[in-house]
């Protein structure tokens, strides 16, 4: 996948640009990806994942509190619409394990129970159809937002959009129609989310 390649060799740049090369380079050393068996549990629980996001994926299992090779390391891997915000790629056992995690926290949301929350017209107002991949939460843990890919959007979206979740105050946005064009705008954008700043 062109794309991928792309974003992770720029994602390294802009890691190196930033006075942490060290902190990239022992995470290459060390960092594995996700097992076949771990793919296919989430290709049968996602038949439409999309091959970028798996590439990703074999890249590396998930960079929050990870373990590899005995240690544990955290590491900024993705941004979002919400400028020099830095996320962490989730690992292929929390995606599986968070499975319906929207339906259990976000139903009410869906339905537009709450008129002052901003829900995207992309996205249905259906809850108990959603079938949205969690696969990545900002820096404090996904407390103030967190990213999916949608593959149950309204009759205005496309199945693939990217979601964004940001808290305080609620909003539900879709900032792409797939996970290809995510990466592209996070590449756009010169990955903003890693600087000196944040990475002290």
Excluded at 21 to 35: C, D, L, M, V
Excluded at 44 to 69: A, C, H, M, Q
Excluded at 144 to 164: H, M
Aim: charged content about 30%.
């Amino acid at each position: 996948m062109e794309i991928v390649k792309k974003y992770l060799s720029g994602l390294e740049k802009a890691y190196f640009d930033n006075g942490a090369k060290e902190t990239w380079e022992h995470f290459e050393k060390i960092k594995h990806g996700a097992t076949r068996e771990d793919i296919e549990e989430i290709k049968s629980l996602y038949p439409e994942v999309p091959n970028s996001f798996i590439s990703l994926l074999e890249f590396v299992d998930g960079t929050y509190w990870r373990e590899y090779k005995g240690e544990e390391i955290i590491l900024y891997f993705l941004g979002s619409d919400v400028e020099e915000y830095p996320y962490y790629l989730l690992s292929s056992r929390e995606i599986v394990e968070n499975q319906n995690l929207a339906i259990k926290c976000y139903s009410d949301y869906i339905e537009r129970k709450y008129e002052k929350v901003h829900i995207d017209e992309k996205i249905t107002d259906q809850p108990y159809s959603l079938k949205w991949l969690h696969f990545s939460d900002c820096m404090n843990n996904g407390g103030t937002s967190q990213l999916f890919i949608d593959f149950s959007p309204s009759e205005k979206g496309t199945k693939g959009q990217i979601v964004r979740f940001l808290h305080d105050p609620d909003e539900f946005s879709v900032i792409a129609d797939s996970f290809e064009e995510y990466l592209k705008k996070l590449i756009d954008n010169e990955y903003d989310f890693i600087n000196e700043d944040i990475l002290e």
